[in-house]
C-alpha cells in the first residue's frame, strides 16, 4: 500500500515495515526502559509535502476568489493525512471548498482569525468556516525544538489558537474537542460499562509486575497515545503486549500504564460510526502489533453487527457528541468486549484490505451533507 494512513487517537500509521531508527545516545542511567520501549522498532517519519488537491488548485491560481468570504471546511491536520486528503478531492467535487492548517507546516503560515465575525483569511483568502474538523493537529509536529525559547514560543501559541479554533462555537465542530478531549481510554471502559457493554477488567499502575486485573495473562498498554513523536516527523510504536513478570519485576515504570485482562478471542472488530451508521470490519491477526508490524498477514474482511450491538455502539457515541470515530471490540463468541473509541480514527487502510470504499463514501456524504445544512441554516451564499 503506497498512500499514508493515520490510526489510533492522533498517531501517524500507514502499516508499513518497521524501519530502522538511528541510534539512540548512550546513557548511563541503570533503570530499565519503560515495558512499551522495550524491543519496540516501529519508525516511521512522517513526510511534510502536501498533496491537497484543492490547496493545490488555488496555490496553482486556477480558481478566482470574487472577494467575498467563502463557506468552507476547516480542517486542522498535518500534511500526511490522507483521509483529508481525500476528503478535500470528495468536497472538490461537490462544489465545496475545504481549507486546511497542518502543524507541520503551520509556520510562516499566512493566517488571520477575526474575533469579532466568524472568519478567517488563510493565504490572503478570505473564508467563512461552516465545520471544523481537528484530527491530527499534534503540538508534536511542529516542526521546532520545543526546548529552545523559540520552539516553545511556538508551540506555546499554536496550542492556544489550535484549542481555540476547535472549540469556538461561532462554528460547528466534527468530534467538539469540548466533550472529546477528556475522552481517554479509561472514562472509555467506564462509560462502555455503563451502556452494557462488557470490558476486560482493567488497572492503571506504575507496577505492572505486581497487577493481575483478571488473575490470569495480562496485556500492557499504553494510558496515552499509541504512538509518540519525539522529534517532529519521527513516530514511534507503543503498542499492546504481553506482560512479562520478568521483564517488569519491582522496578517502578517511569510512567503509569494500563494493565488488562487478557481476554481470548476469536478475532476482533473494527466499528466506524459516521453519524447514525456503523460501518464494520472483521480484523484477523495474531496479536495486538500485527496491524503495525507485519500488516500483509492481517486479514480484514466487512461484517454484519448484531442490533443490539449496534444500538448500545450509536448510544455512546451520541453521549459521546463524536460524528465519526472507531470502536475496537473483540469477538468471543456471541459476545463482544469494548476496549476502546479512537476519535482521530483512520479507514482508508481498512477499506483496501477489505476491497471496501464503504466509510469514504459515508464520511464524504456527511460532510457535504451537514456542511449543506449548516449553509442553508445561515443564510450563506
Not at 479509561?186 to 482493567?202: I, M
Not at 485482562?261 to 473494527?270: H, I, M
Not at 491477526?285 to 444500538?311: C, H, N
Not at 468471543?332 to 464503504?358: K, M, Q, Y
Amino acid at each position: 500500500m503506497s498512500s499514508v494512513g493515520w490510526e489510533q487517537e492522533g498517531a501517524l500509521l500507514p502499516p508499513h515495515q518497521p524501519v530502522a531508527e538511528p541510534a539512540a545516545p548512550a546513557t548511563t542511567s541503570p533503570r530499565p526502559a519503560p515495558l512499551l520501549l522495550q524491543g519496540q522498532d516501529y519508525y516511521y517519519r512522517s513526510p511534510s509535502t502536501c498533496l491537497d488537491f484543492q490547496e493545490r488548485v488555488h496555490e496553482m491560481g486556477l480558481v478566482d476568489d470574487d472577494g467575498d468570504p467563502v463557506p468552507c471546511v476547516l480542517v486542522l491536520a498535518r500534511a500526511a493525512d490522507m483521509e483529508m486528503n481525500e476528503l478535500s478531492l470528495a468536497l472538490a467535487e461537490r462544489g465545496i471548498r475545504m481549507a486546511r492548517i497542518d502543524a507541520d507546516r503551520c509556520l510562516n503560515l499566512a493566517l488571520t482569525v477575526y474575533t469579532d465575525a466568524p472568519l478567517i483569511e488563510l493565504d490572503q483568502r478570505l473564508l467563512r468556516p461552516m465545520l471544523v474538523w481537528r484530527r491530527h493537529f499534534d503540538l508534536t509536529a511542529v516542526p521546532v525544538d520545543p526546548r529552545t525559547i523559540n520552539g516553545s514560543y511556538s508551540v506555546d501559541q499554536w496550542r492556544s489558537v489550535a484549542n481555540w479554533l476547535s472549540g469556538r462555537t461561532d462554528w460547528e465542530h466534527v468530534n467538539p474537542t469540548r466533550a472529546t478531549c477528556h475522552l481517554d481510554r479509561l472514562t472509555q471502559l467506564a462509560d462502555a460499562r455503563s451502556f452494557g457493554l462488557r470490558v476486560p477488567r482493567t488497572a492503571v499502575t506504575t507496577q505492572p509486575g505486581r497487577s493481575r486485573p483478571g488473575g490470569g495473562q495480562c496485556i500492557v498498554k499504553t494510558a496515552g497515545h499509541h504512538l509518540l513523536e519525539p522529534r517532529p516527523g519521527a513516530l514511534h510504536g507503543l503498542f499492546p503486549r504481553p506482560l512479562d513478570t520478568s521483564r517488569a519485576g519491582d522496578v517502578p515504570e517511569p510512567a503509569p500504564v494500563i494493565v488488562q485482562q487478557y481476554v481470548s478471542a476469536e478475532g476482533e472488530l473494527r466499528v466506524f460510526v459516521v453519524g447514525e451508521k456503523l460501518i464494520a470490519y472483521r480484523v484477523d491477526k495474531l496479536d495486538p502489533a500485527q496491524l503495525w508490524v507485519d500488516p500483509d498477514a492481517v486479514t480484514v474482511t466487512r461484517a454484519e453487527i448484531p442490533d443490539t450491538l449496534a444500538q448500545r455502539l450509536r448510544a455512546l457515541a451520541r453521549h459521546w457528541r463524536v460524528q465519526v470515530a472507531a470502536f475496537d471490540l473483540l469477538v468471543t463468541g456471541s459476545e463482544h468486549v469494548f476496549l476502546e473509541v479512537n476519535v482521530s480514527c483512520d479507514w482508508r487502510w481498512f477499506e483496501h484490505r477489505a476491497g471496501s470504499p464503504d466509510v469514504s463514501e459515508a464520511v464524504h456524504e456527511w460532510v457535504a451533507t451537514r456542511f449543506a445544512e449548516l449553509r442553508a441554516a445561515r443564510g450563506a451564499r
